[in-house]
């Protein structure tokens, strides 16, 4: 079946670490999406692709970073430099209207 | 660029009961408005979707309707059900093109609604 894989489900960071968080689809999705998930809040977009090699920023993209070298992946590293990196955090793709989103990675600051 | 608002924040219901949540857009030129249901620890599911063109989609229990001219959207259910109870969250997007041609919408997304339905 195709869909959005990300991992790991959970991951703990400790101070001054940089994480990876995977995401891969297999819906032959042209645009790819990272977006963070504060509790009882909405989702706020970390960083977009359109088309492989190629990315932008979203709202609030300062202390992670993404690349784009194949269609089917879109890894989000998060950085020291995030201060509060505590967050849900989800994958979506899509290629004409709708999203499809990943089951998410909830990452923890130890 | 696109801002949706979205309300109520929380919604508390009686099973059996109707619930309504509603949404606003500020982007004229957006043309497509799905509505997601995220459980708790998961991501967040396409319920229905509705397009410019049309004012009403029905689908079982839910249906959305859509007022162009005031650029407000909303979400009906109808006989809640206790499983119902969820975060739900309206977008809106508008065409774009990417650098290889291929049209797409960019979904911008509204804060959210808790929806509790009591047994």
């Not at chain 2, 006989?79 to 119902?84: A, F, I, M, V």
Request: proline share 4%; charged share 20%.
């Amino acid at each position: 079946d195709g869909g959005i894989t990300q991992s790991p489900k959970y991951l703990f960071r400790k101070e001054g670490q940089n994480v990876t968080l995977s995401c891969e689809q297999n819906l032959n999705h042209d645009a790819m999406y990272w977006y963070r998930q504060d509790p009882g809040q909405g989702l706020r977009l970390i960083y977009y692709s359109q088309i492989v090699n190629d990315f932008q920023k979203g709202d609030i993209a300062e202390g992670y970073s993404v690349s784009r070298e194949k269609k089917e992946s879109f890894p989000l590293t998060v950085t020291s430099a995030q201060k509060n990196p505590t967050a849900f955090y989800l994958c979506a793709s899509n290629r004409g209207y709708g999203y499809t989103f990943g089951s998410g990675t909830r990452l923890t600051v130890v | 660029g696109e801002n949706v608002e979205q309300h109520p924040s929380t919604l508390s219901v009686q099973e059996g009961d109707s619930a309504v949540i509603k949404c606003t857009y500020s982007d004229s030129a957006s043309n497509y408005f799905p509505w997601y249901k995220q459980e708790l620890g998961k991501g967040p599911q396409l319920i229905i979707d509705i397009r410019s063109n049309v004012g009403e989609k029905k689908d079982q229990r839910i249906a959305v309707t859509l007022n162009k001219t005031a650029k407000h959207f909303s979400l009906h259910i109808t006989e809640t059900q206790p499983e119902d109870s969820a975060v739900y969250f309206c977008a809106a997007s508008r065409s774009v093109l990417n650098a290889g041609g291929t049209s797409y919408g960019k979904l911008t997304f509204g804060q959210g609604t808790i929806l509790t339905v009591h047994p």
